[in-house]
T-cell receptor
Framework: DADVTQTPRNRITKTGKRIMLECSQT?????MYWYRQDPGLGLRLIYYSFDVKDINKGEISDGYSVSRQAQAKFSLSLESAIPNQTALYFC??????????????FGEGSRLTVL | KQEVTQIPAALSVPEGENLVLNCSFT??????LQWFRQDPGKGLTSLLL?????REQTSGRLNASLDKSSGRSTLYIAASQPGDSATYLCAVRVVVGNQFYFGTGTSLTVIP
């Protein structure tokens, strides 16, 4: 089983619909991240959470919200989806050690298409 | 803000060739640098992680080096194979804010 699991893997929806992407991890990491990937733009940070009570906006948080339900679960919501939110979304985790390993681990991605 | 650049954006080589992928970053205040592989439409798989105090890391046919002072890292792939065809991304973990910044990747094609 994957250490970082994302659901759904693929979703097609219509403009204005509410969408939730879910992420769960078994790595025991405190830090979780949501990124989106667009061709030519690389990976951009949407939101990140350093623990259950700590949630922070990334560089492109407008139009998105998140919920950290538990250490292992971090969900991304699009309250009213629009076509330019069509992208590949990734959840990632890392440990909390500041000068330690700090390796980043990714889920398989959720491909979202907004019509 | 940290900027991470990967050049070239695409590379095509014949099977068996040794090759080098480049990654440069603007701010040397980093905790570590990580190299990833991404197959089309798939997630990112971690290949190598180099801590800021290290100069290189090796895994099989892969060797990554880090020159923090000059803001450069290279990923060396020995005896390339068609199965190495993928996009390779580098990411740095910065000290200020403890965030990760990614390059846009190098798309590698190894021709049989």
């Amino acid at each position: 089983d994957a250490d970082v699991t994302q659901t759904p893997r693929n979703r097609i929806t219509k403009t204005g619909k509410r969408i939730m992407l879910e992420c769960s991890q078994t790595k025991g990491h405190d830090r979780m991240y949501w990124y989106r990937q667009d061709p030519g733009l690389g990976l951009r940070l949407i939101y990140y959470s350093f623990d259950v009570k700590d949630i922070n906006k990334g560089e492109i948080s407008d139009g998105y919200s998140v919920s950290r339900q538990a250490q292992a679960k971090f969900s991304l919501s699009l309250e009213s989806a629009i076509p330019n939110q069509t992208a590949l979304y990734f959840c990632a985790t890392s440990d909390l050690r500041g000068q330690g390993i700090g390796e980043l681990f990714f889920g398989e991605g959720s491909r979202l298409t907004v019509l | 803000k940290q900027e991470v650049t990967q050049i070239p954006a695409a590379l095509s080589v014949p099977e068996g060739e040794n090759l080098v992928l480049n990654c440069s970053f603007t701010d040397s205040a980093i905790y570590n640098l990580q190299w990833f592989r991404q197959d089309p439409g798939k997630g990112l798989t971690s290949l190598l992680l180099i801590q800021s105090s290290q100069r290189e890391q090796t895994s099989g046919r892969l060797n990554a080096s880090l020159d923090k002072s000059s803001g450069r890292s290279t990923l060396y792939i020995a005896a390339s194979q068609p199965g190495d065809s993928a996009t390779y991304l580098c990411a740095v973990r910065v000290v200020v804010g403890n965030q990760f910044y990614f390059g846009t990747g190098t798309s590698l094609t190894v021709i049989p």
